[in-house]
């Protein structure tokens, strides 16, 4: 009688990368929504402008931004901003904004060959006001952490520039991620405390079995 071996060799990567996890299903806007806000590291943000050469034209600008540490988004988008710049100058007369985040910042959209524009690559675009954080609050440590971990040259840079922590105070969100136009996420929606920990149950997903081998004699 032939002797049986089994041989069965099983390599578990587990992997704790947070982009690697796929984005919630298109249908799921809310969620969307909230993915896109936490996996994306920049916002452009919209304001009005005040140069004296475009006031009251839309003017757009780039700005780091974080809704919390890797393991605890918020949905707020916490920027640093600073008087000296010109969407800082704008704010200081009209703190009304938009900004506007893709999942064109990751490489997911160029993953699936999607160009930036197709629907599929999905956006979220959020208008509220930008408002100071109160310094010395527990807010403002919330959100200069969250900032610091993603951004950690942020810590560096000048002093002299008067950076402050600064939130968005959502009026409205709209996702853009499929084909027929964008959809309003209700804010109850967009803030449901447990739609994170749904999202991080995706992370399942990401355990890959790099290598099954199993040698039968
Ligand atoms: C996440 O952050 C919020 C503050 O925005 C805090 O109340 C909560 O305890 C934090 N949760 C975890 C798991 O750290
Ligand atoms: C900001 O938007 C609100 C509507 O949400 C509007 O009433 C207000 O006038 C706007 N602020 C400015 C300075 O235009």
């Known amino acids: 009688m032939n002797s049986k071996f089994v041989v069965l060799t099983i390599f578990f990567a587990v992997v704790n990368a947070r982009l690697l996890y796929n984005p919630p299903d298109p249908d799921k806007v809310a969620a969307m929504a909230r993915y896109i806000i936490h996996n994306t590291d920049w916002a452009s943000v919209a304001t009005i402008s005040t140069l004296k050469t475009t006031v009251g034209y839309p003017f757009v600008t ?3 931004m974080s809704d919390g540490p890797s393991d605890n988004g918020t949905g707020i988008p916490y920027l640093y901003m600073t008087d000296l710049d010109l969407s800082g ?4 007369v009209n703190n009304n904004v938009t900004i506007m985040c893709s ?3 990751t490489d997911y959209c160029k993953s699936k060959t999607w160009d930036p524009q197709d629907p599929r690559c999905a956006k979220v675009i959020i208008t509220g006001k930008l408002l100071k954080v109160d310094k010395g609050t527990d807010e403002y440590a ?3 952490n969250a900032l610091y971990e ?3 040259s ?3 840079w000048p002093k002299g520039h008067g950076f402050y922590v600064a939130k968005i105070d959502i009026l409205q969100v709209l996702v853009l991620d499929h084909f027929g136009g964008a959809e309003f996420v209700p804010l109850d929606k967009y803030f449901d405390p447990d739609i994170m920990q749904r999202l ?3 992370d399942f997903e990401e355990i890959m079995v790099i290598a099954v081998n199993g040698v039968y004699n």
């Open 62 to 64: 780039l700005k780091s």
């Open 154 to 156: 942020m810590r560096y």
């Open 89 to 92: 100058k704008d704010i200081l």
């Open 142 to 144: 919330f959100g200069e």
């Open 103 to 105: 999942l064109a910042e």
């Open 200 to 202: 991080d149950s995706l």
């Open 150 to 152: 993603k951004h950690p």
